[in-house]
């Protein structure tokens, strides 16, 4: 079984903060996705990356980074994190042309 | 851009019966993939069923069927013989048969199972 995992369920930061969220895949998976779900508006897509050391914007980019140093990993960085980034955030990965496999989710709460 | 749309924020059934939930897209492209996952309350998303728009034929998975209607845009899915496990958010999704892996997700659909 394709195995995603995420560094934490629940996390609360302070506004200000740098917030490092991490995934990792088992699956050799080319792609690796992440997106935040908010009741009422789904799941949209921050950044993805279809191999190391690449990485492209999804559809709100704004207020994150990522790292993608090696093929199992893909990391989300909040540099500054605001209360507006107060969310479930889902890690993906997928091979090519196949289906996406999710993590866990972490919500993330930043006061 | 593609745009998914679920019109039903929510939904409840008595178990055992069947329920139909729906979804329809905007494309112009021809050749494209559509999704229905899962996300039970434990927040663990699964793919429930996925269709390629090429095949007329439409895709089952156990209990779970869909019903694509390509020239209308629309992609439902139906639960037959529903069981409380089923409770969950269900979220439609498209992801374009070109370019990136990009999926777009739809706002989905809170079904809730009664005992």
């Known amino acids: 079984d394709v195995k995603v995992t995420q560094s934490s369920r629940y996390l609360v930061k302070r506004t200000g903060e740098k917030v490092f969220l991490e995934c990792v895949q088992d699956?050799?998976?080319?792609?690796m996705f992440w997106y935040r779900q908010d009741p009422g508006l789904g799941l949209r897509l921050i950044y993805f990356?279809?191999?190391?050391?690449?990485?492209e914007k999804g559809d709100i980019p704004e207020g994150y980074s990522v790292s993608r140093e090696k093929k199992e990993r893909f990391s989300l960085i909040l540099e500054s994190a605001s209360t507006n980034q107060t969310s479930m955030y889902l890690c993906?990965?997928?091979?090519?042309?196949?289906?996406?496999?999710f993590g866990p989710g972490t919500r993330l709460l930043v006061l | 851009a593609q745009t998914v749309t679920q019109s039903q924020p929510e939904m409840s059934v008595q178990e055992a019966e069947t329920v139909t939930l729906s979804c329809t897209y905007d494309?112009?492209?021809?050749?494209?993939?559509l999704f229905w996952y899962k996300q039970p309350p434990s927040r663990q998303m699964i793919l429930v069923i996925r269709?390629?728009?090429?095949?007329?034929q439409n895709a089952t998975e156990n209990r779970f069927s869909v019903n694509f209607q390509k020239a209308a845009k629309s992609f439902s899915l139906k639960i037959s013989d529903s069981q409380l496990g089923d409770t969950a958010m269900y979220f439609c999704?498209?992801?374009?048969?070109?370019?990136?892996?990009?999926?777009?997700f739809g706002t989905g659909t809170r079904l809730t199972i009664i005992p």
């Open positions: 269709q390629e728009a090429y095949k007329q």
């Open positions: 699956m050799d998976h080319e792609n």
């Open positions: 993906a990965s997928s091979s090519r042309g196949e289906t996406q496999y």
């Open positions: 990356s279809y191999d190391v050391k690449m990485k």
């Open positions: 999704a498209f992801k374009s048969n070109f370019g990136n892996e990009k999926l777009t």
């Open positions: 494309t112009s492209e021809s050749n494209y993939y």
